[in-house]
């Protein structure tokens, strides 16, 4: 029998996703999907038991485990049992491929074109009469000592507002201005400090909608929507 291992987030399951698991499944006799319960720098929509329970109703699926990291991902490949690990085409030259091809060999599949879950949010997100806060994150959500970001200092009232303004259907947009002087692109910027701030929102349990780079950095910002911390914290629904 041949053993076919895929992983992925699999929110909102989509015919992408049907494609990808049913053209997983032809590779072999016996399919396995690694649900990653909390992929970094996003924040799925279901829980990893109701996506979990979505996947094992998939005619293509024959076992589902989640996967609480990475290390889970290589613990279920060190068992010797696994043929084929098939993943996205997007992934080729990504660090672990690598690694994963010690104990299988490595089929990438094709993304279906003109969908993934990405946009399927975004399209919610435009078609929703949303409740939204574009809050900016550096010296509002957080204190940041000689750009040491990892370790930035949370300011707990703010974020307790934030999360429960989120808990009743508010939009949740943060928005930051790092890399506004030291990168040339905001691609670079998005590169260099994407990862530590999703990181900290995430250690930090700050719950939101979308985050957003590209704000310029500045002495003053004039809008007729600007809010004080202290107004933010006093705001009533």
Not at 11 to 19: A, E, P, S, T, V
Not at 131 to 148: G, Q
Request: glycine share 4%; proline share 2%.
């Amino acid at each position: 029998m041949k053993t076919v291992f895929t992983t992925g987030t699999f929110d909102l399951l989509h015919f992408g996703h049907i494609n990808l698991l049913k053209r997983a499944k032809a590779l072999g006799d016996y399919l396995i999907v690694g649900l990653n319960a909390k992929p970094d720098g996003k924040t799925p929509i279901n829980s990893p038991e109701e996506r979990k329970y979505i996947l094992e109703a998939i005619k293509y699926v024959d076992e589902v485990i989640i996967l609480t990291s990475q290390e889970d991902k290589f613990n279920r490949l060190k068992q010797g049992d696994i043929d084929i690990f098939a993943i996205g085409s997007d992934y080729k030259g990504y660090k672990d491929i690598a690694e994963i091809e010690k104990y299988a060999e490595v089929v990438f599949l094709e993304r279906t074109k003109g969908i993934c879950t990405t946009d399927i949010k975004q399209k919610l997100i435009n078609n929703y009469e949303y409740k939204t806060f574009v809050i900016d994150i550096d010296d509002t959500i957080l204190t940041t000592i000689n750009r040491d970001f990892e370790n930035s200092i949370p300011n707990t009232d703010v974020i307790n507002k934030i999360n429960t303004l989120y808990d009743n259907d508010w939009a949740i947009i943060l928005f930051t201005a790092r890399g506004a002087k030291s990168c040339k692109t905001l691609a670079e910027r998005i590169n260099k400090y994407e990862s530590v701030t999703a990181t900290w929102l995430k250690k930090h349990n700050v719950k939101y909608t979308k985050l957003l780079f590209g704000k310029e950095n500045a002495d003053f910002y004039v809008d007729d929507k600007s809010m004080s911390i202290e107004e933010f914290l006093n705001f009533k629904e």
